[in-house]
């Protein structure tokens, strides 16, 4: 990878498809340097993009991100865009596991790596993708919900502490995004994928801390979060 020492630098983990390919594209038009993790290859090449393989549940995933970091020289944008989901199966709570493992234990192994580099160096940006669907349990993608609903806590906790660190923390919740995570037989509201880049450009622009779109959908999911809440407490 080469570039001149003027570019700005982002890790974008799980970018080989959906939000995280369609965000890369984007950065590496608006001349960043970028370093992609993600399971599978890439469509993606150039002098200033790298693809590295790897599976964020692995146990060698963080000498992978390491690598890419060294690589890279520095990183100012990390962008956590890695996630799965799917529907409740009494006979395979294994991939709820994987859920869990994925939208939650991931991206804190991937905190893990990239924010002392940030902190060292008194600057950055770590940007997790998670979920309207954060606000309530769900009968039927528990894992997912609960993974959603931690990446989204963990990372508003993470933001707090590190403001004196020179490190922004944001959380981009999505309803529906035209991506393979669409499995729902009904999709209000959804977004293109397209859309969903700009919203995350957007944010990488602003440095809000919390970003929800669709607004409206945030707010039906928001009173609907409240009601289930009370429901499963009883």
Partial sequence: MTGGVDKQRAIVVGNSDGIGLAVTRRLLADGWTVA???????PLTGNDYAHHLADVTDA?????????????????????????????????????????????????????????VMARAGAG??????????????????GYAAGKAGLSSYLLGLGGALRSHGVRVSVVRFGFVDTKMAKARVKPMMLSVDQAADVVLD?????????????????????????????ARR
């Fill in 125 to 142: 940006h770590v940007v997790g993708l998670s979920s309207l669907a954060d606000v309530a349990p769900s009968a039927e993608a528990p």
């Fill in 203 to 231: 944010c990488l622009r602003t440095r809000a801390t919390v970003v929800s779109r669709p607004r409206r959908m945030a707010a039906l999911a928001r009173t609907a979060g409240l009601a289930l809440n009370m429901r």
């Fill in 36 to 42: 992609g993790l993600s399971r599978s290859s890439s």
């Fill in 60 to 116: 060698g995933y963080r000498e992978v991100l390491a690598g890419a970091l060294d690589t890279l020289g520095g990183v100012e944008v990390c962008i956590y865009a890695a996630g799965v989901g799917d529907f409740f199966d009494v006979d395979d709570l294994a991939a709820q596991t994987r859920a869990l493992e994925v939208n939650l234990v991931g991206a804190a192994r991937t905190v893990e790596v990239v924010v002392p």
